[in-house]
């Protein structure tokens, strides 16, 4: 057996295909649901009608059995969601926005609080995301703040204190499109050559448990696909990557010519030593470039994403358990 694996949402459409993948590379996979996956080696489901308290000990006390062992978990990876429109004048604003918060951030918090008890040091967690919520939704107002507040836990859970194991690593993948069933169903007439496929996500993951290429912990990686060819960019506590891969490549290797921020000016001494005895810096150094050109290079975290879409412009992805 190569590990275990936990795959929240294990019934989805982005859920099965994840639970698939790591059974056919010989994982021990749990599925947590609705309902039971027939792929999945444990099958933890819960009751839609319960509370979060109420699924959260449904959830802990299944693991506890199925780990009485004492193994642990390598990866929580949770995939639970859904998708609703709406705005503040909208009927059902009320109602779907307790749906979204449910669908995501529920099932969030509860992967982190079993993360937190049955993740092996140096593990991972991955949280759904959205590339819509970086910005404001308002057409989707619910989804988008269900979606955000996923994004602050991912960046929680990578704070010293968190709870979490020793070495592991929270991360969110924010998609635009999936390229579900569903989505190709009610979509019909868009342009797939810019939804992600699943198999990519699955394989990506796939990478980040066996830390090949993993992003650091607290990241918000954005999935952006065009013309059959997806692209992440992380967002790793305000520090941006630019990863574009056909495949799964490590981030160490799509950029190896782009020095971090923390390396762009190694000797350069900070300005308490620079001049304690000295007269002022106008006299000492007239002749010294600003710091702003110090790294012609490096781009600036405003220039980083010039060509992302406008939420109004994305058809935000569907994870859907049924």
């Given at each position: 057996?190569?590990?275990?694996?936990?795959?929240?949402?294990?019934?989805?459409?982005?859920?099965?295909?994840?639970?698939?993948?790591?059974?056919?590379?010989?994982?021990?996979?749990?599925?947590?649901?609705?309902?039971?996956?027939?792929?999945?080696?444990?099958?933890?489901?819960?009751?839609?009608?319960?509370d979060c308290a109420a699924q959260?000990?449904?959830?802990?006390?299944?693991?506890?059995?199925?780990?009485?062992?004492?193994?642990?978990?390598?990866?929580?990876?949770?995939?639970?969601?859904?998708?609703?429109?709406?705005?503040?004048?909208?009927?059902?604003?009320?109602?779907?926005?307790?749906?979204?918060?449910?669908?995501?951030?529920?099932?969030?918090?509860?992967?982190?609080?079993?993360?937190?008890?049955?993740?092996?040091?140096?593990?991972?967690?991955?949280?759904?995301?959205?590339?819509?919520?970086?910005?404001?939704?308002?057409?989707?107002?619910?989804?988008?703040?269900?979606?955000?507040?996923?994004?602050?836990?991912?960046?929680s859970l990578a704070g010293s204190?968190?709870?979490?194991?020793?070495?592991?690593?929270?991360?969110?993948?924010?998609?635009?499109?999936?390229?579900?069933?569903?989505?190709?169903?009610?979509?019909?007439?868009?342009?797939?050559?810019?939804?992600?496929?699943?198999?990519?996500?699955?394989?990506?993951?796939?990478?980040?448990?066996?830390?090949?290429?993993?992003?650091?912990?607290?990241?918000?990686?954005?999935?952006?696909?065009?013309?059959?060819?997806?692209?992440?960019?992380?967002?790793?506590?305000?520090?941006?990557?630019?990863?574009?891969?056909?495949?799964?490549?490590?981030?160490?290797?799509?950029?190896?010519?782009?020095?971090?921020?923390?390396?762009?000016?190694?000797?350069?001494?900070?300005?308490?030593?620079?001049?304690?005895?000295?007269?002022?810096?106008?006299?000492?150094?007239?002749?010294?470039?600003?710091?702003?050109?110090?790294?012609?290079?490096?781009?600036?975290?405003?220039?980083?994403?010039?060509?992302?879409?406008?939420?109004?412009?994305?058809?935000?992805?569907?994870?859907?358990?049924?």
């Open positions: 057996m190569s590990g275990k694996i936990v795959v929240y949402g294990g019934r989805g459409a982005l859920g099965s295909v994840m639970v698939k993948h790591f059974k056919e590379l010989n994982y021990w996979v749990g599925s947590i649901d609705l309902v039971s996956s027939e792929d999945a080696s444990l099958n933890i489901t819960v009751d839609k009608n319960a959260s000990a449904t959830v802990l006390k299944q693991l506890a059995e199925a780990l009485a062992d004492g193994s642990k978990i390598d990866a929580f990876i949770n995939v639970a969601g859904g998708w609703a429109g709406g705005n503040a004048a909208s009927d059902g604003f009320i109602s779907s926005s307790m749906l979204m918060w449910q669908q995501s951030v529920w099932s969030s918090i509860i992967t982190a609080q079993a993360a937190a008890k049955f993740l092996k040091p140096g593990g991972l967690v991955v949280l759904p995301g959205a590339h819509p919520a970086l910005e404001g939704t308002a057409g989707m107002m619910g989804y988008g703040m269900a979606k955000a507040a996923v994004h602050q836990l991912t960046k204190g968190s709870g979490m194991p020793e070495g592991a690593a929270a991360v969110a993948i924010l998609p635009i499109t999936l390229d579900t069933p569903m989505n190709r169903k009610w979509m019909s007439k868009a342009d797939f050559s810019k939804w992600t496929p699943l198999d990519f996500v699955a394989k990506t993951v796939e990478g980040w448990v066996k830390n090949e290429g993993r992003p650091a912990s607290g990241s918000l990686v954005q999935l952006i696909t065009q013309d059959n060819v997806t692209q992440l960019k992380i967002d790793a506590l305000h520090s941006h990557l630019y990863i574009t891969t056909s495949d799964r490549p490590t981030p160490a290797l799509t950029t190896p010519n782009r020095p971090t921020p923390a390396l762009t000016a190694p000797d350069r001494p900070t300005p308490a030593l620079t001049t304690p005895d000295r007269p002022t810096p106008a006299l000492t150094a007239p002749n010294r470039r600003k710091p702003a050109l110090t790294t012609p290079d490096g781009p600036t975290p405003a220039l980083t994403a010039p060509d992302r879409p406008t939420p109004a412009l994305t058809a935000p992805e569907t994870y859907i358990s049924p």
